[in-house]
């Protein structure tokens, strides 16, 4: 999935997940506010909590007027392990994004997942680069945009998708 900021598709996938009641492996990323308007991006299990926010993964500090400092590293010790250990029966990719950019050990977990069979549950940011466009046009993915209007009937659309391909 694909769409404006806060617009609900991590919700959809939240709320998805709930529903079918399957274990899902994969990542997700979690802002948690701190002091001072900065923010810290955390990279977790994608059936994580707020528990799994350690040191460890860290993924980005947010500081008001600065560019986020980002530990790609992360993507690597965490991201990677998360894409290609315990596998299925759906996969779980929330968010890609702009961060990723020089990790290419991850980018290849995120292709070789992709070209598996396991079925993939993802949101990928409306940014134009080249590991995000390479994500769009990847021959498995099918691109769908929440907004507002559509968000509550592009989760009943990911439902019934995620049934058929799980066999639920």
Do not use: N, Y
Request: hydrophobic share 45%; with cysteine; proline share 7%.
């Amino acid at each position: 999935m694909t769409g404006d900021v806060q617009v609900g598709k991590s919700t959809i996938i939240s709320r998805v997940v709930a529903e079918l009641g399957v274990p899902v492996s994969g990542f997700r990323t979690v802002a948690v506010a701190g002091e001072d308007g900065e923010s810290d991006i955390f990279l977790i299990p994608a059936a994580g909590t707020r528990d799994d926010c350690t040191p460890a993964s860290l993924l980005a500090r947010r500081t008001p007027g600065k560019l986020p400092e980002v530990h790609a590293g992360v993507f690597v010790s965490r991201g990677v392990p998360l894409l290609t250990e315990c596998p299925g029966p759906l996969i779980v990719m929330d968010e890609l994004g702009w961060m990723e950019g020089s990790s290419f050990l991850f980018q290849e977990a995120v292709f070789s997942v992709l070209d598996g069979t396991v079925p993939v549950l993802g949101v990928v940011r409306d940014r134009r680069l080249p590991f995000l466009d390479a994500v769009r046009g990847h021959p498995e993915v099918e691109v769908l945009v929440v907004t507002r209007e559509s968000r509550e009937e592009m989760q009943g659309f990911v439902l019934r998708v995620m049934r058929e391909r799980l066999g639920a």
